[in-house]
């Protein structure tokens, strides 16, 4: 079963920060996701649901704005020391949820493809605009925007619609080169590759994360 796109946006936020972490399993097949137990971390019965101390945190991009927020270790992901940088991240973080978001995840699970294709090749005709450019979208710095696009990048190139991004060579050339190297810290068993985004499981979801 593959991992949940969210899910996968906080762990590699996680990652990127450098931070220490423990992942729980939900067994969505069996309905564990909406057992009182996790509703009271997530009221709407979904993943991620995230934990550190007595907070309790769901969507999964404010997870990772938190994550980027509280760690002064690994990637500055916020460019929260300046402020052009930092605004334009928020730019890139904008139109991802907004405009990228929408037709790549209607796309990923087969919904209305047609229709949000077209909506999607407009999308990715600005994105290559930026990056013929930047390096990165907010600038040439890696950052929360770059890395909040990639679990569907990974998930729409696995479907025959992967043409959307390997024919933009700069939209191509920028999410390639940003995963190399990006890979987990440690490896266990119920989780390969994070980066990779897919888990072999027959019944589990990687859902719930917490700080060690």
């Not at 009182?36 to 999964?60: K, V």
């Not at 087969?110 to 290559?128: G, I």
């Not at 013929?132 to 990974?154: E, N, Q, T, V």
């Not at 266990?188 to 985004?197: D, G, H, K, T, Y």
Request: glycine share 4%; aromatic share 10%.
């Amino acid at each position: 079963m593959p991992m949940s796109t969210a899910t996968a946006r906080v762990l590699m936020t996680l990652e990127e920060k450098e931070a220490s972490y423990e992942l729980v399993l939900v067994n969505i097949p069996n309905g564990e996701h909406k057992h009182p137990d996790h509703l009271a971390r997530n009221p709407f019965g979904q993943i991620p649901a995230f934990e550190d101390g007595s907070l309790m945190l769901f969507e999964s991009r404010a997870v990772a704005r938190y994550v980027a927020k509280k760690y002064d270790s690994g990637t500055d992901l916020l460019r929260s020391g300046n402020a052009e940088e930092a605004a334009l991240v928020d730019v890139w973080l904008d139109v991802e949820a907004n405009h990228f978001n929408p037709p790549i995840y209607s796309i990923s699970y087969q919904y209305v493809v047609e229709e949000n294709t077209a909506k999607l090749e407009k999308v990715l005709d600005v994105y290559e605009e930026r990056l013929s450019k930047s390096k990165y979208l907010a600038g040439d710095f890696f950052s929360l925007a770059d890395l909040s696009h990639f679990p569907f990048i990974r998930r729409l190139l696995t479907t025959p619609k992967a043409t959307l991004i390997t024919s933009r060579p700069h939209v191509n050339a920028w999410w390639r080169p940003s995963l190399r190297g990006r890979h987990t810290r440690r490896s266990p068993p119920e989780l390969p590759l994070a980066i990779e985004f897919y888990c072999e499981h027959d019944k589990d979801e990687l859902g719930v994360i917490s700080f060690q």
